[in-house]
């Protein structure tokens, strides 16, 4: 059975420099599927002779692993050209995602969670460190590249470790050349830094680190280059956790720091022994943590992230309102007429794409000042039309002419006020009445509606309907 027909790619989890890592289910006899991971070594180095031998030590050493802290690999394969690894697939996260989750947020994790996930990671270190071949002999396996990224967190609450492609047992076809450094630079051993031969105390120390992350949200060795970052692991100061965390009891200190040691001989010398003091404090203190706790923990996390993400995205409302909002055109714009060559041209979209602009129209609190609710007339513009009149009388040289030969007042739309309502002329007749054609007022108040929709919201728009601003 081919490869294409064993695994059926599901999705793309994460890539690197060096390798590609995909969620795929293995399907087998009858409709069997299982739900596994498959990392892939990128196509350009598939032809590099010396990282596809420390690559397939990787899987060969895996496959000899079978803990419940460390991730278990199924199959080694070749397709493409190139070469993949099969193996146990976790669905949660990793550790530095929950680092990070904390630090954003300004907080630390519970110092009874931090000690459990160290603990767990131990379990899986003393497990691979006393691994032995068929013949009963240590294979001195050391993992040389134990940090956050390659510690997961299932939502089922199980810590385990993965990635050992920086380990090294005597049974590797490709040894690390001298003086050469591997893993991430802020969690080396001292040891490695200097180029020396590491041991599997490289890893206590390793660990060591993570938990003082932990327990402080403080990163221990951080440089601003790498140069920097190799210097200070180098010389392995180790600041007070207490006085970054107070809440860290003296005795939990005291065990952080043995195995951060900078000379090895004074660390920990086994991941027993380290994740046996942390056990100890725990039950010490009648804290109970258990799988149940980190899978809370895991499960609450992601499903706050979902929930931002799907905060952030604009809802189906705001979308349509988006959408409808790009259909308006300017109202002066679409009732313009076309006069000749100088007349802009008509658009192709009689529904108009231009959004909706604010200032092509005038602000409503204005018109509130001067309109009168109950008449529906506008007392500004009226009081303008008598003073306009007043002034016409007064500067006219001719009589006025007589009653019968004065200029009927047209009629119409244009009807009579009621008294009192505005001022009178010289004579005491009554002004003509300043009212609007219902077409000018049922446009502006169109403008009004527009205006409340896109500056104040539907409920201004309800309210000027309330007010009777609508003919």
């Known amino acids: 059975m081919s490869a294409e027909d064993k695994y059926r790619v599901v999705q793309k989890i994460d890539s690197g420099g060096m390798a590609e890592v995909f969620r795929a289910e293995a399907e087998g006899i009858e409709g069997f599927k299982k739900e596994v991971a498959i990392k892939r070594v990128l196509p350009h180095l598939a032809e590099n002779k010396k990282f596809i031998d420390m690559f397939l030590d990787e899987a060969r050493l895996s496959l000899r692993m079978n803990h419940g802290n460390v991730v278990q690999v199924f199959d080694i394969g070749v397709a493409d050209n190139t070469y993949f690894i099969v193996m146990e697939f976790v669905n949660g996260t990793n550790l530095k995602t929950v680092l990070n989750y904390y ?24 497990y691979a460190h006393n691994l032995n071949n068929s013949k009963g002999e240590s294979l001195n396996i050391v993992h040389r590249d134990v940090s956050p990224p390659n510690i997961l967190l299932s939502k089922e609450g199980a810590v385990k470790i993965v990635d050992f492609g920086l380990a090294k047992a005597t049974s590797q076809l490709e040894h690390t050349d001298p003086g050469v450094v591997k893993g991430k630079f802020s969690y080396l051993s001292p040891e490695a ?25 403080k990163r221990l060795f951080w440089g601003e280059t790498d140069l920097q970052t190799v210097e200070l692991v180098r010389r392995a100061n180790i600041p007070s956790i207490r006085r970054l965390n107070p809440h860290v009891a003296q005795d939990l200190e005291d065990v952080v720091r043995r195995s ?55 809802s189906m409302i705001d979308r349509l309102i988006q959408e409808e909002m790009l259909r308006f055109t300017s109202i002066d714009e679409a009732s313009r007429p076309s006069s000749g060559s100088d007349s802009t041209p008509e658009r192709e979209d009689s529904t108009g794409s231009a959004p909706l602009d604010v200032s092509d129209f005038e602000d409503p609190r204005a018109w509130m000042d001067d309109f009168d609710v109950k008449t529906g007339i506008d007392q500004k513009a009226a009081q303008k039309e008598v003073k306009a009149i007043k002034e016409e009388q007064q500067t006219a040289e001719s009589p006025s002419p007589e009653p019968q030969q004065r200029q009927e007042k047209p009629s119409g739309p244009h009807t009579a006020i009621e008294p009192g309502t505005l001022e009178t002329t010289l004579e005491g007749e009554a002004q003509v009445p300043i009212q609007e054609a219902s077409s000018d007022r049922a446009f502006r108040a169109l403008k009004i509606i527009f205006l409340a929709v896109a500056a104040m919201g539907i409920g201004a728009a309800a309210a000027a309907l309330a007010l009777g601003l609508y003919p």
Do not use: C
Not at 196 to 210: C, K
Not at 272 to 291: C, H, M, P, Q
């Open 103 to 126: 630090r954003q947020r300004g907080m630390l994790l519970n110092i009874e969670h931090s000690v459990y996930i160290i603990m767990k990671v131990l379990d899986g270190l003393n």
């Open 193 to 217: 830094a200097w180029g020396e031969e590491v041991d599997h105390r490289a890893d206590i120390f390793s660990a060591g680190i993570i938990l003082f992350e932990l327990l402080t949200g």
């Open 260 to 314: 951060l040691a900078r000379d090895r001989d004074n660390r920990y010398q086994t991941a027993y022994e380290f994740g046996d003091d942390l056990a100890n404090i725990l039950f010490s203190r009648g804290l109970k943590v258990t799988t149940f706790d980190v899978a809370k923990l895991v499960k609450d996390m992601i499903q706050e992230d979902e929930s931002r993400r799907r905060r952030a995205e604009p």
